[in-house]
């Protein structure tokens, strides 16, 4: 491979999955618990309805 | 959980946890178009030079439109047509729109798959022989000699196609978590392994060094070439499963307290990640092609498409050491990533009639499953499936999606000024906060940037026509297509609902300074 070839695939690799690397870093590290106090209309888990 | 889909926040099904949404994401954004149309797109407009405007394309359209989805889907808790109509009851029909575009989609991607099912057989033992591009056309879809419509179904095809289908609605029918979270789960996981494992073994082939030369040198001047741009958003629109529906079905599925900017981040990386891999390891195998016939990468033809794969790819196979190996585990893996693309539209599909008529997704996997099973048998399993199929994706893709896409920025933002509503919607609930740019990107700079792309597509075919079919064909199944589409979504929202979907309440709940008519600013943005 050309030197020009190599200097970008490895700067591809870098930013594209080091994007990736760093947005699940992103992710796990934020806190579990974002958003208004209060449960949401989900939380705990609610019965059935029947039909 | 016999609980029925969709009614109500009560009974609405939901993903596991994060993880499975984001496979389950990740697997619907990586399908066919990141193996067989990110590589030859990505060299044919600049090399390596074309990352500088792919990676804008991702930051400026990909994932804001991404994120717009989410916003839609988690905040209104729907499929398309709830989620529309609960913006505005008369967007409803735009719902139906997206819903129609991913059911002919559906059609014949079941079919590319069958195609992908069979080649893994066909690898075993190189059955195309000295001639894949006429085994392909002749011996095994037997291509008919005028475009039309004909009834002749090819053996060959049906067989895995039925395959395909008994799969795919087996998964749907047993609902998102049971279903389509555990499919994505076992798949996505495998096809990251297959394909990791075919780019290494091309790495390693004579040649494979020329063709990342090909692909990695950049061509700077194309920077300067608007169809190069365009060519950048486009691949990243089509690539990232965005503007249609399915990523606002599948973030309905999430709970109510759920990061969605940042996750958004993790889909649209991985989703880059595997286009990249994937270009390396087509023009790693293209190159060992170029070595093998003594001529440069350049002058080499089929590059994208399914002649990339079911006539280029056979050939080299057949000059590989190891091919039959090598050929098993591409097939494979093209399967499998149509699979889960393909999963994710028929939810779309299912989980909209489910919700306007309150079906269980059984009964939703069963009936939508079972027509969509029908009419992809009969329209594209046949002798004359190719040039058809050819077709209605040509204009479901540059007519539909694009036009679905321009439509719902353009009806959001501007029209129905939901945009802050949404923007405040993604900051509650998400650890990455975005700006206001999210909104101006959106509303203004989306819709301009894929509307022109739908002016201009839609005067080519006009004026071009498309494929060199005769104009009666292209008028009865391309325009057509989308004609029955707009019928559909017309007629769809005029359709009573089963349970009523305004009853639901948005959450977290806007504050009072969000109101759309109070106009100010919310939470610093």
Known sequence: ?51 | MAARAGAGPATREQWSGQTGFILAAVGSAVGLGNIWRFPGVAYENGGGAFLVPYLVALLAVGLPVLLLDYALGHRFRGSPPSVFRRLSTRAESLGWFQVGISFVIILYYTVIIAWAVSFVWFSVDTAWGDDPAGFFTGEYLQVSETPGLSLDIVPGVLLPLVAVWVVVLVVLALGVQRGLERANVVFLPLLVVLFVTLVVRALFLEGAGEGLTAFFTPDWSALADPGVWIAAFAQIFFSLSIAFGIMITYSSYLKRRSNLTSTGLVVGFANSSFELLAGIGVFATLGFMAHQEGVQVGELEGLTGPVLSFVTFPHIISMMPGGPVFGVLFFSALALAGITSLLSLLQVVSSAFQEKFGWTPRQGALRVGGVAAVLSVVLFSTTTGLPLLDTVDTFANEVGIIGSAVVMTILVGVVLRRLPELQWHLNAVSSTRIGAWWRWMVGIGVPVVLGYMLLTGVWTLVRDGYGGNPQWFVNAFGWGTVGVIVVFALVMSFVRWRHDPDELVPWPELPASQLRHGGQKGPRS
Not at chain 1, 13 to 22: C, H, I, K, S
Not at chain 1, 27 to 42: F, N
């Open chain 1, 1 to 51: 491979m050309t030197t020009t070839a190599v200097v970008v695939l490895v700067v591809s690799v870098l930013v594209v999955w080091g994007g990736l690397a760093l947005s699940i870093v992103n992710l796990l590290r934020s806190p579990a618990d974002v958003g208004p106090e209060g449960p949401a209309p989900d939380e705990p888990a609610v019965g059935e309805r029947t039909d």
